[in-house]
């Protein structure tokens, strides 16, 4: 596909994305939202971003695990996108004209909070090369996990063998834009960005609050149940 090319999201499945800061919980409730939609005996597939393809999981590694060099902001931008445009085209893309629905363990809102609310790059230079990553594809819900700046420094304070990665290890101001950058963009999109407040030792609240928006959106689309 061109990457000019752009793609109408109606007739499609439904394409799901979560975001939220590091350590609000996303991984959990992508686990917990793919038990759902299995017992639910919906077609679904699900993949993570940066990364997801081959050409992705290589970008994801210099991204995030590579520590003996600094990137250039603006190349970090280009970065996230040169993954985006194989994991689009390679994964979501394919999997939504077969009427599925697609879980995205982030999308491109991490780009406008991380790289642009947090990193200070020009927000308008993001979107506008997004929609060229994305074939102007959006998620057509997005749910967001909002969590607080401490609940987030522990939970990064807290990865399995102080293993942070290049993000994470970023000074506190940093983290603390980027939860208001998502709080932002949840204000200027409310009708596909819907928030789960972070209910602490309580994943299965915050996971019924999802489906429940999960299951407004299914109620208005036409998804494919397997046979
Ligand atoms: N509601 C919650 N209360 C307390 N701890 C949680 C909750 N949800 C997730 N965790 C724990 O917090 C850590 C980060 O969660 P994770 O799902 O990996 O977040 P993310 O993928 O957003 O970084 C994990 O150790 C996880 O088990
Ligand atoms: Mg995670």
Do not use: W
């Amino acid at each position: 596909m061109a990457a000019q090319e752009k793609i109408s999201a109606e007739r499609l499945g439904g394409f799901i994305s979560l975001e939220g800061a590091d350590g609000c919980g996303k991984s959990t409730q992508l686990a917990l939202l793919s038990k759902y939609l299995k017992d639910n005996n919906y077609a679904f597939s699900q993949g993570r971003e940066p990364g997801g393809t081959k050409v992705g999981e290589e970008i994801r590694r210099l991204l995030l695990s590579r520590m003996d060099f600094k990137i250039n902001d603006v190349a970090e931008v280009f970065l996230f996108q040169a993954s985006r445009v194989h994991y689009v085209a390679d994964l979501v893309i394919p999997a939504l004209l077969n009427g599925e629905i697609f879980l995205s363990d982030r999308f491109y809102d991490s780009s406008i909070a991380y790289q642009g609310y947090a990193g200070g790059v020009n927000l308008d230079f993001i979107k506008h090369i997004i929609s060229y990553a994305t074939f102007g594809l959006s998620p057509h819900l997005t749910l967001l996990f909002d969590v607080d700046l401490e609940t987030s420094l522990e939970a990064i304070a807290n990865r399995q063998g102080g293993d942070r990665d290049r993000i994470e290890v970023k000074e506190s101001d940093y983290h603390r834009r980027v939860i208001r950058g998502f709080r932002r963009i949840s204000e200027t999109y409310p009708d596909r960005v819907k928030v789960v407040p972070y209910v602490s030792n309580n994943p299965q609240a915050m996971h019924e609050r999802a489906v429940s928006y999960v299951e407004d959106f299914l109620s208005t689309r036409n998804v494919n149940k397997k046979k």
